[in-house]
């Protein structure tokens, strides 16, 4: 594992981002989620991973189905809807997020075609019974704690039929001076700059990740300093 320098040395897990906060600026909020799908298009990967790692999992001339937790703005959701729409696969996509903010933000323009987005917990969706053939997430796994990280993937097990993949940022020096510098002519007036370069300090390394993550769950390193915590449904499950 390369060396970690400073206050990049351990994860800053007791921090907690501005867009976080209750009483954060919803002027300032609906920007950072209005400038969201430049930067996950820039950074998160999320073309190369339904190219990858979901479409080879999604049947053609089935209905396949897809929950994507703490889907935030939405953006992430809308991506996937379209390249599975121009593959010509049949993708229902549901959106979950607990925080109100971000659900009006997700529902305040129409959903693409088979999409849509509650308000809601992981939990909720267990109790009601639910499944999909494929679960994700995006940069969700730094914000948890140690209890909501092992229920989130407790949950996943129990929602996915095939796969669940919770991608999110691998913690380095590189990842965090790379993004303040490639950030600072940019997104003034938002939370993106702030709270992206805290989002880099409470990620996890690709080896904490792995002490982290429970028996049947594996870790992969993605360019650029991403980490995919992927569980792979059992054939006989």
């Known amino acids: 594992m390369p ?22 600026d919803p002027t300032l909020l609906r920007r950072t989620y209005q400038q969201f799908p430049v930067v ?21 001339g089935e209905d396949n189905t897809l929950l994507d937790i ?22 229902k996509i549901t959106g979950i997020d607990p925080d109100e903010r971000a659900h009006a933000f997700a529902v305040s323009a129409p959903p693409p075609p088979g999409v849509r987005f509650r308000r809601a917990f ?40 095939r796969a ?14 790379l993004f303040a ?11 993106i700059r702030r709270d992206g370069l805290m989002s880099i300090r409470r990620s996890y390394t690709a080896e904490e990740l792995r002490r982290a993550a429970p028996s049947g769950w594996s870790v992969e390193n993605r ?3 991403r980490n995919l915590l992927t569980y792979r449904v059992p054939a006989d499950a």
């Not at 009601?128 to 097990?157: I, K, M, Q, Y």
């Not at 991608?167 to 380095?172: G, K, P, Q, V, W």
């Open 3 to 24: 060396r970690q320098i400073g206050f990049l040395a351990e994860r800053a897990a007791g921090a907690v981002e501005e867009m976080d906060r209750p009483d954060c």
């Open 40 to 60: 996950n298009r820039a950074i998160a990967g999320w073309r190369w991973l339904y190219r990858h790692r979901l479409r080879p999992l999604l049947i053609a």
């Open 70 to 91: 703490g889907s935030g703005g939405g953006d992430i959701v809308r991506f996937l809807a379209r390249w599975a729409a121009a593959d010509g696969i049949s993708l």
């Open 122 to 161: 992981s939990s909720d969706l267990v109790a009601e019974g639910r499944r999909f053939d494929l679960v994700t997430s995006n940069h969700l796994l730094h914000h948890l704690t140690p209890d909501a990280f092992a229920a989130l993937l407790a949950d996943s097990e129990r929602l996915s039929r």
């Open 164 to 177: 669940a993949i919770h991608s999110d940022i691998r913690r380095s020096p590189a990842a965090y001076w």
């Open 181 to 191: 510098a490639g950030t600072l002519p940019f997104f003034h007036g938002s939370y």
């Open 223 to 225: 360019p650029p300093f």
